[in-house]
Each structure stands twice: as C-alpha cells, then as structure tokens.
C-alpha cells in the first residue's frame, strides 16, 4: 500500500516552460488535492477535487491547471512557469475528513 | 471562507515540559473537522489529532490533547511530557483540511 505519491521529487524549470505534476493515490478516496507550502505562509490550496472529472478552484489557482482523468490520479500543470511558482508543492487524498499527504515536490523556476 | 489563525509563530520548550500551541478558526460550516498535523523537517505531513466538531469531549492521543472550545472557535494542541522527536512545524487545519494556518516553528530543548 502506497499511499499518496508524487512524481517527480525534485524539478528545476526555466521561465516559460511547461511541466506536469502527477500525484497517485491507491486508496480509493475520492478527494483529492494540491497545496503549495511557501516560507511563513503555510499550506494554500491551489485546486482540488471531489471525484473523478471534476476539478474546482482553490486559494491560489492561477498559473495551474488540474485534470482527474482517473480516480487514482490528480495532474496539476504550469503551463508557462514564473519564478513566482518556486515552491513546494504538496498533494493529498483524502476520506472521512483526514488527509494523506505525498511526500513533495521541490520546484524551483529560474 | 474559512480561516485558520495561529498566532504563535514560534514556541519553544524544555524536554519532558508541557506546551500548548494555539489555533483560532473561522468557519461557516455546522459540522466539520479540525486537524493538527506535524511536518518534521523531512517535509512529510503526518496527521498528529483530529476533532469531529460535533463531538463536544476533546481529542486525545498519547501525550496529545486538544481542548475543542466550539463557541470561541478555538482549537489548541496540548503536548505532555515534550520529546526532542517532537520538533517540528506544526499546522492547524480546518474543514477537510481545505485552510491551514500558517504555521508554528516547535522547539524542544534539551
């Protein structure tokens, strides 16, 4: 049982280029989503999503884009990342009101 | 909109002493979670005590209590008998975990 998983763990982008986050969770939930966690700021929420095909806008949405194709997976997109998407980025599933979190992504754009 | 205010961006305290951390929540919903979760610095997220806000007896777990105080919208985490494996950032939650607060720096000394 793997829990919450994502992929990859580490990237380094340039400015204007695209990536794709891929978050796995083998735990049936039906909640998913994605936070990013900046220095003092905590966890913001950037989208989320409550089932399969559905996606909803959280605190922090702009510059990303989410899709849940299959149950199992949650894709969050940057489309033309800004140095401003530096962070960490976390993703979680979630049943009965508690969260499992995946270990992070460190991003960082130059 | 819910929101999560921890007022206290650091704490510190002497191992095998007591510590409260505090948290002050704002919300809409009638029934809902409240969440503390522990980040140690290797980044995972792990889920310290939940409280079902309909339950009016306070979470305990171990040597982690809460005291649920509904009507002040108050949610604090008490740590007895403090260890150095409990340094960490710690995270108030609110809801399916959809708000965080921003954080407080735990210190344990020696």
């Known amino acids: 049982n793997a829990g919450v998983t994502q992929t990859p763990k580490f990237r380094v982008l340039k400015t204007g280029q695209s990536m794709t986050l891929l978050c796995a969770q083998d735990m049936n939930h039906e909640y998913m989503y994605w936070y990013r966690q900046d220095p003092g700021m905590g966890l913001r929420l950037i989208h989320y999503s409550v089932g399969e095909g559905t996606t909803a806008k959280g605190e922090v949405p702009d510059g990303y884009n989410v899709s849940r194709l299959k149950k199992q997976n949650f894709l969050l997109g940057l489309e033309s990342a800004a140095p401003s998407q530096t962070s960490v980025y976390f993703c979680a599933s979630s049943a009965w009101g508690e969260q499992y979190f995946g270990p992070g992504t460190r991003l960082t754009v130059t | 909109a819910q929101t999560v205010t921890q007022s206290q961006p650091e704490m510190s305290v002497q191992e095998a002493e007591t510590v409260t951390l505090s948290c002050t929540y704002d919300t809409s919903e009638s029934d809902y979670y409240l969440f503390w979760y522990k980040q140690p610095p290797s980044r995972q997220m792990i889920l310290v005590i939940r409280?079902?806000?309909?339950?009016?007896q306070n979470a305990t777990e171990n040597r982690f209590s809460v005291n649920f105080q509904k009507a002040a919208k108050s949610f604090s985490l008490k740590i007895s008998d403090s260890q150095l494996g409990d340094a960490a950032m710690y995270f108030c939650a609110c809801a399916d975990g959809l708000t965080f607060g921003k954080g407080t720096h735990l210190i344990i000394q020696p």
């Open positions: 409280q079902e806000a309909y339950k009016q």
